[in-house]
């Protein structure tokens, strides 16, 4: 039963709160012990309340996912976890992690109680209001990005980095909504409702509005962003993003397996490749210029 807990808690899609570590590279601080060990008990603690936010949802959906090809696996559609001892588990984490944050910093367990509430809200009423179901999990990433700066004294953090963040998770959310639509195919309303509210050639465009947007707004930043070396050498980081935009995009076209971005991440070599090369440019940029 607590291997089927973790399983609902969705450890691999923790991989998205690394954003919370984005104040602290782009601010220049990582490699200062005390700003590092807060973001990374930011990090944790981050991710716990979301697992809390994976549990209620997949409660709240436990019907539609019995219906579903792949989700009707999960621990909580196929009877491996009963529903009390995961809504027991999700307020037994809530109550622990929300205190804790509260003594990290006061700003940053109010992001958290903002970034639950809403998550809630998400799970009960607005996924199921096309595009602006996509915007609220877009908020949900840059809820991310501000709670790591709540967390550390932020000198030149630009904000940039919050445009191309909402920009990113919608491209990623749309995506995600493009392969569900192509996976359940004439049946997708039945999985999840607020897909009868789309269609693949209306995806596509917004797929190819936002993702324009993304490479726009990071480019700007690579030579507006008031941190960066004078070379603009952060510009050499351009070509990287491009290669992921364009590789999510054609495994979202070519492959069934696209539903969840953190599972590219995870799973696709040339994501992965692209993904650590331009962290380690970033880096070079950042802390060798």
Same mark, same amino acid.
Not at 83 to 95: D, K, N, P, T, Y
């Given at each position: 039963m607590l291997n089927a807990l973790f399983k609902t808690m969705r450890p691999r899609q923790w991989v998205k709160n690394s954003i919370v570590f984005f104040a602290l590279i782009f601010d220049k601080q990582l490699f200062q012990v005390? =700003?590092?060990?807060?973001? %990374?008990? +930011? #990090?944790? %603690? #981050?991710?716990?309340?979301?697992?809390?936010?994976?549990?209620? /949802? *997949?409660?709240? *959906?436990?019907?539609? *996912?019995?219906?579903?090809?792949?989700?009707? /696996?999960? =621990? %909580?559609?196929?009877?491996?976890?009963?529903? +009390?001892?995961?809504? +027991?588990?999700?307020?037994?984490?809530?109550? &622990?992690?929300?205190?804790?944050?509260?003594? &990290?910093?006061?700003?940053?367990?109010?992001? %958290?109680?903002?970034?639950?509430? !809403? !998550?809630?809200?998400?799970?009960?009423?607005?996924?199921?209001? =096309?595009?602006? *179901?996509?915007m609220i999990l877009a908020a949900g990433f840059v809820l991310r990005v501000h709670a790591g700066v709540t967390l550390i004294s932020v000198e030149r953090f630009s904000p940039w980095l919050y445009v191309i963040t909402t920009m990113g998770a919608l491209y990623l959310g749309f995506g995600k909504r493009l392969a569900e639509l192509k996976l359940l195919a004439g049946g997708a309303g039945s999985h999840r409702k607020v897909l009868d509210g789309y269609t693949i050639p209306l995806l596509e465009r917004f797929i190819t509005i936002v993702s324009s947007i993304t490479l726009i707004s990071y480019s700007l930043y690579t030579f507006t962003a008031p941190n960066l070396p004078e070379n603009h050498t952060m510009m050499l980081t351009i070509p990287f993003v491009i290669y992921a935009i364009f590789r999510y995009l054609q495994l979202v076209e070519i492959s069934e397996k696209t539903g969840a971005p953190e599972e590219v991440v995870l799973t696709d070599r040339p994501m992965q490749i692209a993904i650590v090369l331009w962290g380690l440019v970033v880096l070079g940029v950042f802390y060798l210029s």
């Open positions: 005390v =700003p590092l060990l807060r973001t %990374l008990a +930011g #990090f944790i %603690l #981050f991710s716990l309340v979301a697992s809390t936010v994976y549990i209620f /949802n *997949d409660i709240a *959906d436990i019907e539609a *996912d019995r219906q579903h090809p792949i989700k009707k /696996n999960r =621990p %909580l559609p196929s009877g491996e976890l009963p529903v +009390g001892v995961a809504r +027991g588990a999700a307020v037994f984490i809530l109550s &622990l992690a929300l205190p804790k944050a509260f003594l &990290l910093a006061p700003s940053f367990a109010a992001v %958290l109680v903002i970034y639950f509430v !809403m !998550m809630v809200a998400y799970t009960k009423w607005l996924k199921h209001i =096309p595009i602006l *179901d996509v």
